[in-house]
């Protein structure tokens, strides 16, 4: 390996910026963990039962719930909270990613020029940004995925890489920078199908690579390569796999339109991608990887489950983020037929995949298997990183 | 290599959200938050000093009491103090930058 600089960890942040940092993760930690109880204790105690004496039943789905619950002061404070450390999450790392811009964009050139691990970038100026990334920050990142603001410019990719170690900050060892859904993927599909052999695989939207590096990790004899629309984030995600010495392929192109070959790769997976896209996009998406997929190969996204998966309440809380964190097309991602859209785009019924997958970090290991053999471990629930569910099938 | 010094934006484009019926209470509620924020900042920081201070043997509190920033320090305090304002107001300033902006 060659000492060049790792961007992954090379921004010093000052004394106060790390206090600021600290303060936003456990911030952050008590909204989702007490505040969140108390919203549950109220609505279970109050809001539910108010409701069911006046309407003689229980709410039917999450906007039912959201009606009761909008103007109840918990709710109004939880969201106020929320939202406000979701904008001071990326506000936490900002100065230090501006004053440290030209090393960070000098580092990720030196690692690009060394290339050390022999992955690749290709850039393509070109390529069309949708609108689900152009229209509205996403997250509330401002400037989004794709914003440039000098020649080789890493910035939104270190502002998400290190705005991300602040948003799971508070919740302790088990949350690594290196991308906890695709180690759960990766890890559950090679002892589920030992006889598996995925020579290439292809990771949607991987923004700087988090979730992309485990499946080499797991499949060090596998190709793997990524696409995202954001230059910052594939500039970014190429010299941090280069410097930890993980050879990744980055590709900057639009999952509507990859351009990759027929039968092509034996994984096609994403994480956190689809409810970002509109159901259309969605739709042409999904065709997009029936057409690479070589036959036998399997396509595997992880994302937040579907509203028939989760109970109302939890549906309610789901949402908030269709509603607040700047992803309009959360809720009809979450709304949708997953057999009828994943048949639409030309896989078998009987072939079609959801699964819940534990997370790999934090479950215990023969939970793990057993879970991967098919054994009830998969049943449970949804909620904090506990459980990845999935979407897919083989071809 | 470019030298350019480059300002991130503070505001995420798309509406602000508020939650409730008067949305000053969304911008006091991000103020406080703000506050709180670098209150318990300048907490982790007596902290660091006081324990530096006090695993080199070197604090006493009289000289804490009588300590008086010379003029060069003073400047340096004003301009931490305006840019502390700046980040915790920064709400009230949005409305106008989006307008501006669009
Ligand atoms: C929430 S992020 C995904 C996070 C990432 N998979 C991870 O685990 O770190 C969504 C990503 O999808 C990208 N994206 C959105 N629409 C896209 C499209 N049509 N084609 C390719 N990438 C897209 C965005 O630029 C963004 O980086």
Redesign the interface.
């Known amino acids: 390996m060659s000492n060049i600089r790792n961007v992954g960890d090379l921004l010093e942040h000052a004394h106060d910026e790390r206090s600021r940092q600290s303060f936003v993760s456990a911030f952050r930690k008590r909204i989702l963990m007490d505040v969140a109880d108390d919203m549950k204790v109220i609505y279970d105690k109050k809001v539910e039962p108010k409701f069911i004496k006046k309407h003689g039943r229980k709410p039917k789905d999450a906007r039912e719930v959201r009606a009761a619950m909008r103007h109840e002061p918990v709710y109004e404070g939880w969201s106020a909270m929320r939202y406000n450390a979701q904008i001071m999450t990326w506000w936490s790392v900002q100065p230090a990613v501006e004053r440290q811009l030209n090393e960070l964009i000098q580092a990720a050139r030196d690692a690009t020029e060394a290339n050390p691990a022999g992955g690749s970038l290709e850039l393509d100026p070109n390529v069309v940004i949708p609108r689900e990334v152009t229209d509205l920050d996403v997250h509330h990142m401002p400037g989004c995925f794709h914003t440039e603001y000098v020649e080789d410019d890493v910035a939104q990719g270190a502002v998400y890489h290190y705005g991300t170690q602040v948003f799971y900050g508070g919740f302790g060892k088990d949350v690594k920078p290196k991308g906890d859904v695709a180690a759960s993927i990766a890890n559950y599909l090679k002892l589920a199908r030992p006889d598996f052999k995925p020579e290439r695989i292809l990771d949607l939207g991987c923004t700087a690579g988090a979730n992309t590096f485990p499946y080499k990790e797991v499949y060090p004899d596998a190709e793997v390569h990524g696409i995202d629309v954001g230059a910052p984030m594939l500039r970014f995600g190429h010299a941090w796999a280069e410097a930890e010495g993980i050879p990744m392929h980055y590709h900057q192109r639009n999952a509507e339109t990859p351009g990759f070959p027929d039968n092509h790769f034996d994984i096609i997976t994403s994480s956190f991608f689809f409810h970002e896209l509109s159901v259309p996009a969605t739709k042409k998406v999904l065709k997009e990887c029936y057409r690479m997929l070589k036959p036998g190969g399997i396509m595997l996204h992880m994302e937040l489950p579907p509203t028939s998966h989760t109970d109302t309440y939890y549906n309610f809380v789901l949402d908030w983020d269709g509603f607040y964190n700047n992803e309009p097309h959360y809720q009809k991602f979450r709304n949708l037929d997953f057999l009828k859209t994943i048949q639409g785009a030309g896989f078998e019924k009987d072939k079609i995949e959801l699964i819940r997958i534990p997370n790999y970090g934090s479950t215990p290991r023969e939970e793990f298997e057993a879970g991967a053999r098919g054994e009830e471990a998969l049943k449970r629930e949804h909620g904090l990183g506990r459980v990845w569910f999935t979407f897919g099938g083989w071809k | 290599?470019?030298?350019?010094?480059?300002?991130?934006?503070?505001?995420?484009?798309?509406k602000r959200?508020t939650?409730?019926?008067d949305p000053a209470v969304?911008q006091l509620?991000?103020i406080i938050?703000?506050l709180?924020?670098?209150l318990?900042?300048a907490f982790?920081?007596i902290e660091?000093v006081e324990r530096i201070l006090d695993k080199n043997g070197v604090i006493s509190r009289a000289d804490i009491e009588a300590y008086k920033p010379d003029e060069q320090e003073e400047t340096e305090r004003t301009q931490r103090r305006d840019e502390y304002i700046g980040?915790i107001f920064n709400i009230l300033r949005q409305e106008a930058e989006a307008l501006l902006d669009s």
Request: charged share 30%.
């Open positions: 290599m470019s030298e350019k010094s480059v300002h991130l934006p503070l505001r995420s484009k798309g959200a939650f409730y019926k969304d509620f991000a938050t703000m709180t924020q670098e318990s900042v982790d920081r660091t980040r």
